[in-house]
C-alpha cells in the first residue's frame, strides 16, 4: 500500500503567465491577473497550479532564462504580488508549485557576468568552459554536440577566449552541476522560495544537469547545422542522480512539498523508477514526452490532411509508463505544456468537432491513475495559432531557425510547419471573452490571439452547459467524489482492445469499484461493443448502457 499525499488527489493547472490575464493592460499576464482569476479556477475545480517562470529575466526564452531567481519580473509584478498570490491561493485551497529551473541561468544573470569578465575569477567554475579546437586555422568549439535550440552545445566569448557550455539558447548560459557551491546556491534558492510559502516545484530541464565531462565528439552524424544531436552527452547521465539526491536530502525532504521533474525523451522506466521512485528519495514524479507526438511526422514535408492519430501507439507509451511506475512511483498526465502544439489540434478536431472532441481528450485525461496537469486554456478547447506570417511567431526556437528554414523551404511550407509543431501554439493569450483582445486585456497582447476568439472563449462556454469547460468542470467533479476518488485516483488500469486502432478504452478497478473509459478518437462511427451497468458521464446526451458502435469522437465512463 502505498503513503496517500495531498498531491496524489490534486487536480493541477497549468499557467503560462505571460498571457493568462493582464491586469494593468501593458498586453502582458501578471501575477495580479493570476490572483483575479483564482475563482475561476476554484470553480473548476482546481487544486494545484503550476506557474511558468515569473523571476527577473532578459526574457531571450520567455523567463526561463533567469537573471534574478530571488526577484519578480517587473512585467509580472513585484514579490509582493507573489506572496500576496500564495497566500489567496491558499486561502482557496489552490497549492502553489513554482517552475524551478536549475540547468542555466541567463547570460545577464550577476554570477555569469562575473564568471565571463576573467578565467580566474571565483565565479568561473559555476559555468562550463572550454577552449576551443583549431583546425585547420579556424577555431571550433570544443566539441561537436549540437543544442536544443541552435547550432552548437557552446557559445564563443571573445573577451576570456573560451566557450561556454548552452544547450538551449546563446542568452542561456548552462550551470556546473559538478561544483559544489554552485550546488548549494541553487539549493538556496529552492528552499528561499519553500520559505515564502510554496508547495514545491516543476524543475525545468531536469535531465541534463550531469554532461560527459570528458567533452570528446559524438560519433553521431551531423545534422544540417553541422553539429551532432547527441543528447546522451548531457541528458540522463550518472552523476545527475547524485545531485538530485543531494537536493532531496538537503532541502526537499524537510517541506511537505511535492516535486514533479521534466525528463522529456529518451527516459525509459528504469530512470523514471530512479527519478521519481517511491523510494527513490529524489522527485515525487516526472515528465516524460512519449504520448505528445503520435499524429504522423511532424514533419515539415508531412501533408496536414493526410496525418492521423496513430491510436495504438498513442495508448502504448502512455501503457508503458503506466504500468511500468505500477507500485513504484507516482506518475504525473498531461496532454500538453507550453512547449507544445494545442492536443485538440494534434488529437482532436477542432474545426468539425471541437466541441465533441475537447470533451473526449478531457475524459481522458481525467479518469487516468495518477495526477493530472490541464493546460491553461485546454479546458475551453483552445487551438494552434492562425498566423499567417513569420513575425507572428515569437518563440526563441523559431527566431532562431526560421532563416535556415526559409533557406530551404517555400514559406507557405514552414509556415503550415510551425502552425503545426511551434511552441507559439500553446503561448497565445487566453481566451476570455469574444472582445478583440479577448478579455485578456485592453491593449495589443504581448503575443497575437486567435481569431476564433469570436466563439472560443470562457465566457461563452460558462454559458453553455454541453461546453467542453463544463465538461472539464463534471470530469473533476467526478474524480474528486469520495464514492470515485479511489478507484478513478488509485485504481488498476488496463487497457481494453489494446490493439483497436480507433478507440482508447480502458478499465479502472479497486475494491470498490470498476469503472470503464470508452473514447473514440475519429471523426467518425466505429464499431465498438460494450455492455455495461450504469452510466457515470459522456459527451453525448442520449448514451445507451448497450453500446454497438461509437458515435464521433464519443467519450464514455461506465460504470459496472
Ligand atoms: C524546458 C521548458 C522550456 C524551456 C527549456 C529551457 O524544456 O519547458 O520551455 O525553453 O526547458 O529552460
Ligand atoms: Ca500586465
Known sequence: MIEKKWWMQAVGYQIYPRTFYDTNQDGVGDLRGIITKLDYLNELGIDLIWIGPFYRSPMDDNGYDVSDFYDVDPMFGSLDDAKELIEKAHAKGIRII????????????????????????????????????????????PTNWGSF??????????????????????????????????????????????????????????????????FTDSELPLNDHGVAPDWGKFSNREELFDYIHEFNEKVLSHYDCMSVGEVGGGAKIEAGVRYAGYDAQAFNM????????????????????????????????????????????????YWLNHDHPRVISQYGDPEHHHRLSGMMLGTILLTLPGTPF???????GMTNVDYESIDDFKDVWVKNNAPALLKKYPLELVLRHLRRTSRDNARTPMQWTDEVYAGFSTVEPIQKINRNRSWLNVEAQEKDEQSILNH???????????????????????????????????????????ITVIANFRPTTIK????????????????KLNVTELRPYEAIVFEE
Open 98 to 141: 513554482l517552475d524551478l529551473v536549475l540547468n542555466h541561468t541567463s547570460d545577464e544573470h550577476p554570477w555569469f557576468m562575473e564568471a565571463r569578465s576573467s578565467v580566474d575569477n571565483p565565479k568561473r567554475d559555476y559555468y562550463i568552459w572550454q577552449k576551443g579546437k583549431e583546425v585547420e586555422g579556424k577555431l571550433l568549439p
Open 149 to 214: 535550440f541552435e547550432g552548437s552545445a557552446w557559445n564563443y566569448d571573445a573577451k576570456t577566449e573560451e566557450f561556454y557550455m548552452k544547450i538551449f539558447s546563446n542568452k542561456m548560459p548552462d550551470l556546473n552541476w559538478a561544483n559544489p557551491e554552485l550546488r548549494e546556491e541553487m539549493f538556496k534558492v529552492a528552499r528561499w522560495w519553500l520559505d515564502q510559502g510554496v508547495d514545491g516545484f516543476r524543475v525545468d530541464a531536469i535531465a541534463h544537469l550531469a554532461r560527459d565531462l570528458s
Open 286 to 333: 516526472v515528465f516524460n514526452f512519449d504520448h505528445c507526438w503520435s499524429k504522423g511526422g511532424m514533419d515539415i514535408l508531412n501533408d496536414d490532411d493526410k496525418m492521423i492519430v496513430d491510436v495504438v501507439q498513442l495508448k502504448e507509451n502512455m501503457a508503458y509508463w503506466i504500468n511500468g511506475m505500477k507500485d513504484k512511483g507516482w506518475l504525473p498526465h
Open 374 to 380: 490541464i493546460y491553461n486554456g485546454e479546458e475551453i
Open 472 to 514: 472539464y468542470r463534471r470530469l473533476i467533479h467526478l474524480r474528486k467524489n469520495p464514492e470515485y476518488l479511489e478507484t478513478l485516483v488509485f485504481g488498476d488500469f488496463a487497457l481494453l482492445d489494446p490493439k483497436n486502432p480507433d478507440v482508447y478504452a480502458y478499465t479502472r478497478t479497486s475494491s470498490q469499484k470498476k
Open 528 to 543: 465498438f461493443e460494450h455492455q455495461a451497468k450504469a452510466l457515470c458521464l459522456s459527451n453525448y446526451l442520449d448514451t
